[in-house]
């Protein structure tokens, strides 16, 4: 079993900055897929950035070019910085993680683990 929990939402003006990091517990995230994913009120829940265990990263084309993902994999850590943040970012952001790739990598179904997510407000 893998377990996630999140940290580093909050409240951002537009055009500002947050960090979320994911640590994981159970097991070493080494060989693991991880990434974010965001559901805001009464939207689907929908794929942000993932990173395979190579290292190849994965963005929504909204997010390109703001939001850059890493891996720690010494401290078992994941991180999603985000910048530039827009209102339309606003969600509840959720770590995930699995053994295996997807065909449709943005496919919520693929993942097994999942965090508890932590909240992102965009507002002024």
């Known amino acids: 079993q893998v377990h996630l929990v999140e940290s580093g939402g909050g409240l951002v003006q537009p055009g500002g900055s947050l960090r979320l990091s994911c640590a994981a517990s159970?097991?070493?995230?080494?060989?693991?897929?991880v990434g974010w994913f965001r559901q805001a009120p009464g939207k689907e829940r929908e794929g942000v950035s993932l990173i395979t265990s190579d290292g190849i990263e994965y963005y929504r084309d909204s997010v390109k070019g703001r939001f850059a993902i890493s891996r720690d994999n010494r401290k078992n850590t994941l991180y999603l910085q985000m910048n530039n943040l827009k209102p339309e970012d606003t969600a509840v952001y959720s770590c995930v993680a699995d053994l295996w790739v997807a065909s449709n990598i943005f496919d919520p179904a693929g993942y097994d683990y999942w965090g508890q997510g932590t909240q992102v407000t965009v507002s002024s």
């Open positions: 159970g097991r070493a995230l080494d060989d693991y897929v």
